[in-house]
């Protein structure tokens, strides 16, 4: 098993503390991730998906319960026209129920407010209030949802060594940011901790070159799990240093399957009664997807040692700013 280094990463500070160098070097990152944003949302647009407003507040998000990459401090929940709401933690549940019944095809620029534990700080991929660019759609493989990701990502890699050769060498990525080769490589779980140990994550991230996917992970109720095997159809986009970019799965539709699994997980069903009440009627579609780290896939692109790097308003567990 390779031995993991630990690094020292220092925080990133608020606007007003920055020196000019500073300065300049935040609005390349600002300027990468614009493109991002723009390269992304005209990929999927352009591959028939429609664009949805986020939701901040809800009665149902996601549990983060089993997952056991999930180190949640606190949750948010505030009483509002005598109901309790959430903040959002993700909107996989909201995708579940949107693409079995109105948008088939679809994506959201999505707020997550996940409240992590301050020791998470200075690993440098942790932060307390983040982006997705969550998607989903229906009769969908993993297959087809790793070479929907794979070309938008590729796309917008080869785009950005073409028109922001600038902003890529002030941050010294001119030459070492290389568009990755498809297909990407693809890992089980299973292997990964057999070669790693109960930490695999950190030793993925630290060992790749290039984007590879992770299959197969025990998580929360909504990923779809086959019960003769055992097996996960879900998946992980890891990338070097930051490891999970994206999250994803095919999505559980059955009612005996769903209940069971909350059950087993002594999850909230209170929380879930729509889900479960839509799929006692047989209203939810086998649909698949997954959410996309903004700032952790630009932190990637621009060389970042903090993704709190590449936000204006810095998010880092553990430290509140005014702004």
């Known amino acids: 098993m390779k ?22 070097r935040k609005a390349c990152i600002g300027k990468i991730m614009t493109y991002t944003l723009s ?14 407003l986020p939701v901040a507040l809800s009665q149902s998000t996601d549990p983060l319960w089993p997952d056991p990459g999930a180190s949640i401090e606190k949750r948010i929940e505030v009483d509002i026209y005598g109901k309790p709401v959430r903040t959002t933690a993700s909107m996989i549940i909201h995708k579940l129920i949107a693409a079995s019944t109105a948008y088939p095809k679809l994506f959201i620029l999505s707020p997550n407010i996940r409240i992590e534990k301050a020791e998470r700080a200075k690993t440098g991929k942790h932060i307390y209030e983040f982006t997705q660019l969550d998607f989903g759609t229906t009769d969908a493989t993993s297959k087809a949802v790793f070479s929907l990701v794979e070309d938008a990502v590729c796309t917008l890699v080869k785009d950005l060594k073409r028109d922001m050769k600038e902003e890529l060498t002030a941050l010294c990525r001119c030459d070492t940011l290389k568009v990755p080769k498809t297909p990407f490589k ?16 950190a030793g993925v991230a630290q060992e790749i070159t290039e984007p590879v996917w992770v299959t197969n992970i025990p998580r929360e109720f909504y990923d779809f799990e086959d019960a003769k095997t055992g097996k996960w159809d879900n998946y992980d986009l890891f990338m070097p240093q930051f490891g999970e970019v994206l999250s994803g799965a095919k999505r559980e539709y059955e009612y005996m399957k769903i209940l069971t699994k909350i059950e087993r997980d002594q999850v909230k069903k209170e929380n879930y009664s729509l889900v479960l ?4 009627e047989g209203r939810l579609k086998p649909t698949a997807g997954g959410g996309i780290g903004m700032e952790r896939l630009v932190g990637w692109i621009a060389g970042v040692k903090h993704i709190a790097e590449c936000q204006p308003f810095p ?8 702004l």
């Open 3 to 24: 031995q993991q280094t630990v690094q020292l990463i220092e925080i990133p500070k608020s606007l007003d503390q920055l020196s000019k160098a500073e300065l300049e």
């Open 39 to 52: 390269s992304l949302t005209n990929t999927f647009v352009k591959k028939g998906f429609q664009w949805l």
């Open 186 to 201: 693809i890992y089980d779980r299973e292997d990964l901790e057999a070669k790693y140990g109960s930490d695999w994550e």
């Open 277 to 280: 009440k839509m799929a006692k």
């Open 315 to 322: 998010r880092v567990p553990g430290t509140v700013h005014e």
